[in-house]
């Protein structure tokens, strides 16, 4: 079993920043790719951003320039670090990994006030 949990999302004002962060834990011995997606309400859920296990990035490009992913020193934890946020981020944030199967976290909402 593999466990995800996230943290950091909340209010702030358009223009501001804010930091996620996804913890895993359980049989996480291989993972492949740690990548966060969001989902507003009434859309697809969108992936955002993708981390590799060799520390190559991707980015949708809603957030290229705004949006960084990272990977924690002991890889069991990814990051978005969040600038210049915008009305239209507003969404709840997953993570997810994939370790043969892909996983995911509870989700945390992020709401940008204009």
């Known amino acids: 079993q593999v466990q995800l949990v996230e943290s950091g999302g909340g209010l702030v004002q358009a223009g501001g920043s804010l930091t996620l962060s996804c913890a895993a834990s359980?049989?996480?011995?291989?993972?492949?790719?740690m990548s966060w997606y969001r989902q507003a309400p009434g859309k697809q859920r969108e992936l955002v951003a993708t981390?590799?296990?060799?520390?190559?990035?991707t980015y949708a490009d809603s957030v290229k320039g705004r949006f960084t992913i990272s990977r924690g020193s002991a890889k069991d934890t990814v990051y978005l670090q969040m600038n210049s946020l915008k009305p239209e981020d507003t969404a709840v944030y997953y993570c997810?990994?994939?370790?043969?199967?892909?996983?995911w976290g509870q989700g945390t909402q992020v709401t940008v006030s204009s």
């Open positions: 359980g049989r996480i011995f291989s993972i492949t790719r």
């Open positions: 981390i590799t296990s060799g520390g190559s990035t």
């Open positions: 997810s990994v994939v370790i043969v199967s892909l996983y």
